[in-house]
């Protein structure tokens, strides 16, 4: 089971420990493996699997039984002999009885069942890898999301508290400006609203990164209150094509392998049910201990010991169609498990394909917002100039802070898209996430 996660965690673990003043990426994933609760639920499958496939060797094994046993009785007895005219009378006569039984019996052929039914086991303990696979992979891509939500969000709140602070410098002016006359008291008063309406946002604002924060804590499975320092940017690749996102689908996806996995074991099914048709056939050995004695009859003490050995054979030959029963409903198993198959590979194709598009929309996305920041930012900041020299109000100083900080929100949530599309296509298509 832990061959499974072993070497990511070794190279994640290269990475260093989770410091108390910074968490990288790498060190939440490397965490998450080790402590995510959802993980190791999976894991505790695999061990079952696991103990199965090890302990059916026993079905290819002789079985070996050993049966015992001691009797007492006794009774009241009344023999009559043919060369004696009085009858015998014993009353209270004992007898005791000791048989030992040991036996071995060894199937050499049930038409190969016993095969097939191991090699299931084998599929079946790979599939609960492949599901160990699939939530390893869920688990990296929602600790990755959950990571760069926090970056956004921090970011977020970067951008309100700088708005704050331009606010303040305004009411600070306004303040000036109405104290020495060059005012009105309304304009001084709305710069004190657009303060507190500024400092209401951030407030808000770091309820939810506080939120971002426990929800990245309970996937990696540490203590919820837990703060780190994270890196401030995104690592956007910007490098994916469609084509070989669909042959990377098709090739690693753990989803899709999981079902072709299926379909084997259904396969392997059929085979067992068909070898229920051939006949079965045994050895058998054993050897039989018997010791009776009794006070009563002609023989007063009677022992016996010896081996007895033989080859059996048994052939179903009908059982009201029953096993013909079963062997249609394991193929119809096997191709409702292929139709499984083809389905899936069909979904996943149609997933990767509007997750790209996306993705491709997503980078257009964010190199406008990146240019209209530009524009917000020159735009606020000539405002910011003509309201100083008084040639602006109020009202256009504050719209054009508004869509300053609107546009970098913007141009923040557009990075943050990308990089959700492209971990969500890397999923699809089975890639490393790390």
């Given at each position: 089971?832990?061959?499974?996660?072993?070497?990511i965690?070794?190279?994640?673990?290269?990475?260093?420990?989770?410091?108390?003043?910074?968490?990288?990426?790498?060190?939440a994933?490397?965490?998450?493996?080790?402590?995510n609760?959802?993980?190791?639920?999976?894991?505790?499958?695999?061990?079952?699997?696991?103990?199965?496939?090890d302990?059916?060797?026993?079905?290819?094994?002789?079985?070996?039984t050993?049966?015992?046993?001691?009797?007492?009785s006794?009774?009241?007895?009344?023999?009559?002999?043919?060369?004696?005219?009085?009858?015998?009378?014993?009353?209270?006569?004992?007898?005791?009885?000791?048989?030992?039984?040991?036996?071995?019996?060894?199937?050499?052929?049930?038409?190969?069942?016993?095969?097939?039914?191991?090699?299931?086991l084998?599929?079946?303990?790979?599939?609960?890898?492949?599901?160990?696979?699939?939530?390893?992979?869920?688990?990296?891509?929602?600790?990755?999301t959950?990571?760069?939500?926090?970056?956004?969000?921090?970011?977020?709140?970067?951008?309100?508290?700088?708005?704050?602070?331009?606010?303040?410098?305004?009411?600070?002016l306004?303040?000036?400006?109405?104290?020495?006359g060059?005012?009105?008291?309304?304009?001084?008063?709305?710069?004190q609203?657009?303060?507190?309406?500024?400092q209401?946002?951030?407030?808000?604002?770091?309820?939810?990164?506080?939120?971002?924060?426990?929800?990245?804590?309970?996937?990696?499975?540490?203590?919820?209150?837990?703060?780190?320092?994270?890196?401030?940017?995104?690592?956007?690749?910007?490098?994916?094509?469609?084509?070989?996102?669909?042959?990377?689908?098709?090739?690693?996806?753990?989803?899709?392998?999981r079902?072709?996995?299926?379909?084997?074991?259904?396969?392997?099914?059929?085979?067992?049910?068909?070898?229920?048709?051939?006949?079965?056939?045994?050895?058998?050995?054993?050897?039989?201990?018997?010791n009776?004695?009794?006070?009563?009859?002609?023989?007063?003490?009677?022992?016996?010991?010896?081996?007895?050995?033989?080859?059996?054979?048994?052939?179903?030959?009908?059982?009201?169609?029953?096993?013909?029963?079963?062997?249609?409903?394991?193929?119809?198993?096997?191709?409702?498990?292929?139709?499984?198959?083809?389905?899936?590979?069909?979904?996943?194709?149609?997933?990767?394909?509007?997750?790209?598009?996306?993705?491709?929309?997503s980078?257009?996305?964010?190199e406008?917002?990146?240019?209209?920041?530009?524009?917000?930012q020159?735009?606020?900041?000539?405002?910011?100039?003509?309201?100083?020299?008084?040639?602006?109000?109020?009202?256009?100083?504050?719209?054009?802070?508004?869509?300053?900080?609107q546009?970098?929100?913007?141009?923040?949530?557009?990075?943050?898209?990308?990089?959700?599309?492209?971990?969500?296509?890397?999923?699809?298509?089975?890639?490393?996430?790390?």
């Open positions: 089971m832990k061959r499974i996660i072993s070497s965690l070794m190279v994640c673990l290269s990475a260093g420990l989770i410091a108390q003043e910074g968490l990288t990426l790498e060190q994933i490397t965490t998450g493996l080790d402590k609760l959802n993980i190791k639920i999976v894991e505790k499958t695999v061990d079952q699997t696991t103990n199965d496939y302990r059916s060797i026993g079905a290819l094994l002789p079985q070996v050993v049966t015992a046993g001691k009797s007492f006794n009774t009241n007895v009344s023999q009559q002999f043919l060369n004696d005219d009085a009858p015998r009378e014993i009353n209270g006569a004992k007898s005791n009885t000791l048989d030992i039984s040991p036996s071995l019996r060894w199937t050499i052929f049930d038409g190969l069942g016993m095969f097939y039914t191991r090699d299931r084998a599929e079946q303990m790979g599939l609960a890898e492949d599901d160990l696979k699939v939530q390893i992979e869920n688990t990296i891509a929602q600790i990755s959950a990571y760069y939500v926090i970056v956004l969000e921090q970011e977020r709140l970067r951008v309100l508290e700088d708005a704050l602070e331009l606010s303040a410098a305004r009411v600070e306004a303040k000036t400006r109405y104290e020495v060059k005012t009105s008291k309304l304009e001084y008063l709305q710069a609203v657009d303060y507190n309406t500024d209401s946002n951030v407030l808000q604002q770091k309820e939810v990164v506080y939120n971002a924060f426990v929800d990245l804590n309970r996937l990696m499975g540490t203590e919820l209150d837990t703060r780190y320092h994270v890196e401030s940017n995104f690592a956007v690749l910007g490098s994916l094509e469609l084509p070989g996102l669909l042959q990377s689908a098709n090739l690693n996806n753990p989803s899709l392998l079902a072709q996995r299926n379909r084997e074991i259904a396969y392997l099914q059929t085979k067992e049910v068909k070898a229920e048709f051939l006949p079965q056939i045994s050895l058998n050995l054993g050897y039989n201990y018997n009776r004695n009794s006070d009563a009859g002609f023989l007063i003490s009677n022992q016996s010991r010896g081996f007895n050995y033989g080859v059996s054979a048994s052939w179903t030959i009908l059982n009201g169609f029953d096993i013909k029963r079963r062997q249609q409903n394991a193929k119809i198993q096997v191709e409702s498990r292929e139709l499984e198959v083809q389905n899936l590979k069909q979904q996943l194709e149609a997933d990767i394909r509007k997750a790209f598009i996306n993705y491709e929309n980078i257009a996305l964010r406008l917002e990146e240019r209209n920041f530009e524009i917000a020159e735009n606020y900041d000539i405002a910011q100039e003509r309201y100083n020299i008084g040639n602006a109000t109020a009202l256009e100083i504050r719209e054009a802070q508004v869509s300053f900080v546009a970098e929100l913007r141009k923040v949530q557009a990075a943050f898209s990308v990089q959700v599309q492209e971990i969500e296509l890397n999923r699809l298509a089975g890639n490393n996430l790390r």
